[in-house]
């Protein structure tokens, strides 16, 4: 029976993984998986990129995922591998004028691994979006970007360094990130899971557990960002930025949208954070979550004892405080469905003490 039950599971984890904002759609390897062909309709039928990223691991899989051109076949696996040698971006694959786009399995078993397609309309005002790999990214000072976005069918940590000594007038800097890509960062339709403005600007360090992030630097200021660096994995135990959030993996809080997907993913065992400082700091966090009762989200004050259990808050975040604390813990287990998830987020200020 219990054997059933999985198999249950996993079907409904393999179904619909795909996520829709319109003008873009990011596929996983549960699209792919049990299915011969795999069509991508309307979102090329003017003009499409598509990007790519796979597990090296993945890519004997990957290289059997065919897109069927006009002029021949092209493999997943080879446009996850284009990069231009000069920028270090990403390059994609450029279709037009196609209504329906074919995808055949040529797996065994019609198998696929873990991936990422991200499928984005050709709109002009795109022209500026910088898009990289997570895998081995560094992206030293230079200009001022319209937005970096990095893809990951792993999850991965971004960094951006503090500046270096500067004048205040030449460092302040604001800039926040969504998990999604550079086509969807408008907070009505997904939302700021960083935001912050500071001079000098602190730089960051995030964690995603998911495949794909978003960074816009705010115009006003024109200063071009420090070293951004990216690695593969991450730990869950996170210092205490002045903004940040943690979630249940690959939720990205678009509203209204599934969760990303992938087999890396463990969305079965007990769930647990650590968010920490060296001195106290006020959090205000906002907490979004499906889980019932039996399977809250629990905020405690390792230090000081606060705490927090909240469950089912629909679509309206529930508020937490903790006036000053330097090491907050966030559990939720999960109830086995494979379809409950959270999300917290926080902003926080430094505890002065006189």
């Avoid at 069509?39 to 897109?67: E, R």
């Avoid at 990289?132 to 937005?147: N, T, W």
């Avoid at 907070?187 to 600007?201: D, E, H």
């Avoid at 997907?261 to 969305?267: A, E, G, K």
């Amino acid at each position: 029976m219990a054997r059933i039950i999985f198999s249950i599971f996993i079907a409904f984890y393999m179904a619909e993984a795909v996520v829709d904002v319109g003008t873009s759609r990011i596929y996983d390897e549960f699209d792919f998986k049990g299915q011969s062909t795999v069509a991508i309709n309307d979102i090329c039928g003017d003009s499409c990129h598509i990007y790519a990223s796979m597990t090296p691991d993945s890519k004997k899989l990957a290289v059997n995922l065919l897109f069927q051109l006009p002029k021949g076949f092209v493999s997943v696996a080879e446009i996850a591998a284009k990069v231009d040698p000069g920028t270090g971006q990403k390059l994609f694959l450029e279709v037009n004028n196609t209504a329906s786009l074919s995808i055949i399995n040529a797996n065994v078993k019609e198998d696929a691994g873990p991936l990422v397609l991200y499928v984005v309309k050709n709109y002009g005002l795109y022209s500026g979006a910088e898009i990289y790999e997570a895998d081995g990214f560094h992206r030293q000072i230079s200009s001022f970007p319209a937005s970096v976005t990095v893809l990951s069918a792993r999850p991965f940590s971004l960094r951006q360094a503090p500046y270096p000594d500067r004048p205040l007038s030449e460092s302040a800097q604001g800039a926040y990130a969504t998990m999604s890509g550079y086509d969807a960062t408008d907070k009505a339709v997904c939302p700021r899971l960083f935001y912050t403005v500071n001079s000098p600007f602190p730089g960051f360090n995030l964690e995603i557990d998911g495949p794909i992030l978003t960074i816009i630097w705010d115009p006003e200021f024109q200063v071009a960002p420090g070293d951004l660096t990216a690695t593969i994995g991450i730990t869950n135990k996170r210092k205490l930025e002045r903004s940040g959030w943690v979630g249940s993996p690959g939720n990205h809080g678009c509203y209204g949208k599934l969760p990303y997907r992938s087999s890396l993913y463990d969305v079965s065992s007990p769930f647990h954070a650590e968010v920490f400082n060296d001195t106290p700091e006020s959090i205000h966090l906002e907490v979004l979550t499906n889980s019932d009762s039996n399977h809250a989200v629990v905020l405690q004050d390792v230090e000081f004892g606060g705490y927090y259990s909240i469950s089912d808050t629909g679509d309206t975040p529930v508020p937490a405080n903790f006036v000053s604390t330097k090491n907050l813990s966030i559990n939720w287990t999960p109830d086995g469905t494979v379809n409950t998830h959270f999300l917290a987020r926080w902003n926080s200020t430094a505890v002065f003490h006189v």
